[in-house]
Structures are given as C-alpha cells and as structure tokens.
C-alpha cells in the first residue's frame, strides 16, 4: 500500500510510531532509518524521502512525501473518505491517480495503465 502524508515532523513521526509499534521495519532507500527522532527524519523531510515499511511478513507500507505531478494540497482538495467500520480511510482521485502513474513513467506504472485503463475509462 501506498500512503500520501502531508509533510510534516508530526505526521510523519506518528505514523513511524504507530507502524513500528505494528512491528514494521523503515528504511529509505539508503538502508534502515533508525530511530525516527526528529533529528534523524530531518533530511527525510526535506529531501521528500519515501519510507518503506516492512514486517518479516511480507506486508508492506510505503509512506510518500511527494508524488508525480501533484502537491499535497491539490490532492488533498478533492478526496474521498469512505469508512472501514468506525475508521475514515481518505482515498484521492482516481483521475488523479492515474495521471500519477503516466507522469511517473516507471515499468510497473506503464504495465498498470495499460491492464486498467480500459475499466477505469468506462466509470470516469
């Protein structure tokens, strides 16, 4: 799963807490983060790192703080919240999403437009 925070020290270090308390592991893509101490999520923050995540289960997290083509704020602006029992679970555009995933470019992004894009064009 993919997670868009807002980057901010205090989103990003609650989330850190909450998923290491779930028995996730965070690296970057330099290795293992360590502690998530203000001090050492700094250049995280300031450099946009995306944080993986992971426990010795196979589950997986990526926690971005940017994304291709849009800010926070513009994706922000027009969210969905559905609900999974008594917990908000915001979910963003899948317009936007999609133009994500072709600014974005990458091999996997490519296979997926080309798999969905067909269902996705009937219901938008």
């Given at each position: 799963f993919?997670?868009?925070?807002?980057?901010?020290?205090?989103?990003?270090?609650s989330?850190?807490?909450?998923?290491?308390?779930?028995?996730f592991?965070?690296?970057?893509?330099?290795?293992?983060l360590g502690?998530?101490?203000p001090?050492n999520l700094?250049?995280?923050?300031?450099?946009?790192?995306?944080?993986?995540?992971?426990?010795?289960?196979?589950h997986a997290?990526d926690?971005c703080?940017?994304?291709?083509?849009?800010s926070y704020?513009?994706l922000?602006?027009d969210?969905?919240?559905?609900?999974?029992?008594?917990?908000?679970i915001?979910?963003?555009?899948?317009?936007k999403?999609?133009?994500?995933?072709e600014?974005?470019?990458?091999e996997?992004?490519?296979?997926?437009?080309?798999?969905?894009?067909?269902?996705?064009e009937?219901?938008?």
């Amino acid at each position: 799963f993919d997670i868009f925070l807002e980057p901010d020290m205090g989103n990003v270090t609650s989330a850190l807490e909450c998923l290491e308390e779930l028995g996730f592991t965070v690296s970057t893509r330099e290795g293992l983060l360590g502690d998530p101490q203000p001090e050492n999520l700094e250049l995280v923050l300031s450099e946009r790192m995306s944080l993986c995540c992971t426990t010795p289960y196979g589950h997986a997290i990526d926690l971005c703080l940017q994304v291709s083509g849009f800010s926070y704020d513009e994706l922000n602006g027009d969210v969905k919240t559905f609900k999974a029992g008594k917990i908000p679970i915001r979910v963003g555009s899948l317009r936007k999403l999609l133009r994500m995933k072709e600014i974005a470019g990458r091999e996997k992004d490519v296979l997926f437009l080309e798999k969905y894009r067909p269902l996705f064009e009937e219901e938008m």
